[in-house]
Nanobody, 121 residues
Framework: VQLQASGGGLVQAGDSLRLSCAAS????????MGWFRQAPGKEREFVAV???????YYADSVKGRFTISRDNAKNTLSLQMNSLKPEDTAVYYC????????????????WGQGTLVTVSS
């Protein structure tokens, strides 16, 4: 079972970036899937989660700027990040858990390897 995150890079403040996560080894259509991030010197934090049916929940820090989506048929997860800020700089991880509540609490069954997003001012 593998979650492969991609799409990170170096952008300027105000730019947009789209992260993707490809799942393999099993189907995650019944799982809650989400994104976390870890900035240098900080603990990993929750960013966004989406249920199998499309219910979403966001951290306050990204609400209105980030959009999470999934394609259950393709076993993929995406995170559209707009109006990026320097404080969004972090390694972003995709994750899967049995419910969205568990994912929000960090009770994750599967983690991706992370992709680095750097936002310059």
């Amino acid at each position: 079972v593998q979650l492969q995150a991609s799409g990170g890079g170096l952008v300027q403040a105000g730019d947009s970036l789209r992260l993707s996560c490809a799942a393999s080894g099993r189907t995650f259509s019944s799982y809650g899937m989400g994104w976390f991030r870890q900035a240098p010197g900080k603990e990993r934090e929750f960013v966004a989660v989406i249920s199998w049916s499309g219910t979403t929940y966001y951290a306050d820090s990204v609400k209105g700027r980030f959009t999470i989506s999934r394609d259950n048929a393709k076993n993929t997860l995406s995170l559209q990040m707009n109006s990026l800020k320097p404080e969004d700089t972090a390694v972003y991880y995709c994750a899967a858990g049995r419910t969205i509540d568990k994912v929000v609490r960090g009770e994750v069954n599967y983690w991706g390897q992370g992709t680095l997003v750097t936002v310059s001012s």
